[in-house]
C-alpha cells in the first residue's frame, strides 16, 4: 500500500507561482508513474501532468504545457508540481495520484491509477 499526501496549496493572485508537493508513505515511489490531476467546482476530474518512473514527463497542453513543471525526488520520496503564471483557470483540488505497475505512458485518465491523496486546495484571485 502506499499513501500519498499533498501539501503546497493555497490562495494566490493570477501570476504567482505554487510548488505542490504529494509526499508517499508506504512504498517508495521510484517506480512508481506519478501523476496529477485536478477537479475545478462543478468540472470534472481533468489531467494536469504526470511522469513516469524513468524521469519521463507529460503535461496537458491546454492547461500546464509552458507554465507547469512536474519532478520527483526519489531521496525524499516526492513528486512536485511547480507551478507558474497561475491564472483563475488554475483554480482547483489538485490530487497527486501513483500508478504501481510500470508503463510505458503516463496514463491520462484517473481510472487508471492505484493510489489517491486528498487533494490540495489551489485558488487563484485575478
Known amino acids: 500500500q502506499v499513501q500519498l499526501v499533498e501539501s503546497g496549496g493555497g490562495s494566490v493572485q493570477a501570476g504567482a507561482s505554487l510548488r505542490l508537493s504529494c509526499a508517499a508513505s508506504g512504498r517508495t515511489l521510484s517506480t512508481y508513474t506519478v501523476a496529477w490531476f485536478r477537479q475545478a467546482p462543478g468540472k470534472e476530474r481533468e489531467f494536469v501532468a504526470g511522469?513516469?518512473?524513468?524521469?519521463?514527463?507529460?503535461y496537458s497542453p491546454d492547461s500546464a504545457l509552458g507554465r507547469f513543471t512536474i519532478s520527483r525526488d526519489n531521496t525524499k520520496n516526492t513528486v512536485d508540481l511547480q507551478m507558474n503564471s497561475l491564472k483563475p483557470e488554475d483554480t482547483g483540488v489538485y490530487y497527486c495520484?501513483?500508478?504501481?505497475?510500470?508503463?510505458?505512458?503516463?496514463?491520462?485518465?484517473?481510472?487508471?491509477?492505484?493510489?489517491w491523496g486528498q487533494g490540495t486546495q489551489v485558488t487563484v484571485s485575478s
Open positions: 495520484a501513483a500508478l504501481q505497475r510500470t508503463s510505458p505512458y503516463v496514463p491520462r485518465t484517473g481510472n487508471n491509477y492505484d493510489y
Open positions: 511522469i513516469k518512473w524513468s524521469g519521463g514527463s507529460t
